[in-house]
Every structure is written in structure tokens, then in C-alpha cells.
């Protein structure tokens, strides 16, 4: 079935690094999700990605959608202590014969030192 | 705002018990998910429904299997709990349309002993 690997598993950064986390996934994907889950709570919805290169930005964060749409990236400018949490990524596959499933990656774990 | 409630926090239970967990959202959302979240694994599908009793194998049903009753409560049940069933079990829903994102439950975290 579908695989959405995700690295790396942990990032340890200073207050001011930048981060990124990669996906990549086993077969094309129809969009792909990105979610961020702070330390004791439930995943929280942050992005989608759905045609193929796109770029979107929210504040310090950007999102990429590979041109194949098998792979994707989100990358923090200047971290904060606020952004620590699991960051997962989620692809979607619309030839699949699951309606509405997604398949999670494995998630980051960002630790922000102050 | 979506709000999706979930009958526990925290459960633990012994080995061989029948187990209910149940999801309930206050929307008029179609899909519903149960995923089980373990360290290094990130979130594994176990089953879903996209309307009153429907329902579908996720990933990793084995063990599971689940009520769609009402629209509004989708339930997991654990047949006979196994200490391999400890976890963190999130519910999710998303609307009919297809692109849409799924919206997560607090979460319960079951302990079987």
C-alpha cells in the first residue's frame, strides 16, 4: 500500500535556527497535508498542497510540493519556542479506492532551545 | 469552530476486556476516523465511515472494529483489549468534500494491563 516516509524523526535547534522536515511518498499523490501537534495535544490542521511545484507560505513557514507530487517540505525561517511540537505530513491519493484516507508520515519532533 | 469530543482522556484497562471508545462531533460532517498514534509510527489509520453504517478498513484493523450508528458518534471498540493495544487513539472528521482537512479529537490514551 501507500508509504509516506518522513524525516528526519527528531531536530534539535537553537531559538533563530531554521528547520526543515521532507517527505516522500511511495506513489503520485492528489494533495498533500500538513499538520502540526504541540507537545500533549491532538494534530492541528496547518496547510494543503495541491498542484504540482506549488509553493505556499505562511509567515516563517513554506511549504513545497514536489513537481512529481511525491515529495514535499516544510521549512521554518528563524525558529521560536513556539514552534516546537510534531510537524506530520499527510498525503492523499485519489486513485486509491479509500475515499477521503490519508496516509501520515511518521512526523518531526522540533525541539527549540531558547 | 468544529468540535470533536471523545469519551476519554485516559483509560487503562486489563488484558482481555471489551473495550468502547467514542467519538462524537457536534457538525453534520460524513467522515469519521479512528487512528492509533505510537511513538516513532506517527498516525496509523485503523478504520473509517463516510456515513451512518458505512464503514471501511484502515491500515491496521486487526484487533478493532467499529459502530456508526448516528451521524454525529462513531465508536471503536476493542474486542478483547491486548497490552499491544496500549496507545494514543485519536478521532478525526472531515466534510464530504475531498480535499478537505480532517479535523482531530483531544485524543484518549488507553492503557491495557
Known amino acids: 500500500g501507500q508509504q509516506v516516509m518522513q524525516i528526519p524523526q527528531y531536530q534539535h535547534v537553537q531559538e533563530g535556527e531554521d528547520f526543515t522536515t521532507y517527505c516522500n511518498s511511495s506513489t503520485t499523490l492528489s494533495n498533500i497535508q500538513w499538520y502540526k501537534q504541540r507537545p500533549g495535544g491532538h494534530p492541528v490542521f496547518l496547510i494543503q498542497?495541491?498542484?504540482?511545484?506549488e509553493v505556499k507560505k505562511q509567515k516563517r513557514l513554506t511549504f513545497q510540493f514536489g513537481e512529481a507530487k511525491k515529495n514535499s517540505s516544510l521549512h521554518i525561517t528563524a525558529t521560536q519556542t513556539t514552534d516546537v511540537g510534531t510537524y506530520f505530513c499527510?498525503?492523499?491519493?485519489?486513485?486509491?479506492?479509500?475515499?477521503?484516507?490519508?496516509?501520515f508520515g511518521q512526523g518531526t519532533i522540533l525541539t527549540v532551545h531558547p | 469552530d468544529v468540535k470533536v469530543t471523545q469519551s476519554s482522556r485516559y483509560l487503562v484497562k486489563r488484558t482481555g476486556e471489551k473495550v468502547f471508545l467514542e467519538c462524537v462531533q457536534d457538525m453534520d460532517h460524513e467522515n469519521m476516523f479512528w487512528y492509533r498514534q505510537d511513538p516513532g509510527l506517527g498516525l496509523r489509520l485503523i478504520y473509517f465511515?463516510?456515513?451512518?453504517?458505512?464503514?471501511e478498513k484502515g491500515d491496521i484493523p486487526e484487533g478493532y472494529s467499529v459502530s456508526r450508528e448516528k451521524k454525529e458518534r462513531f465508536s471503536l471498540i476493542l474486542e478483547s483489549a491486548s497490552t499491544n493495544q496500549t496507545s494514543m487513539y485519536l478521532c478525526a472528521i472531515q466534510t464530504s468534500a475531498l480535499l478537505d482537512e480532517q479535523f482531530f479529537g483531544p485524543g484518549t490514551r488507553l492503557t491495557v494491563l
Open positions: 499527510a498525503g492523499f491519493n485519489a486513485g486509491g479506492t479509500s475515499y477521503g484516507k490519508l496516509t
Open positions: 465511515s463516510y456515513d451512518v453504517k458505512m464503514k
Open positions: 498542497l495541491v498542484k504540482s511545484g
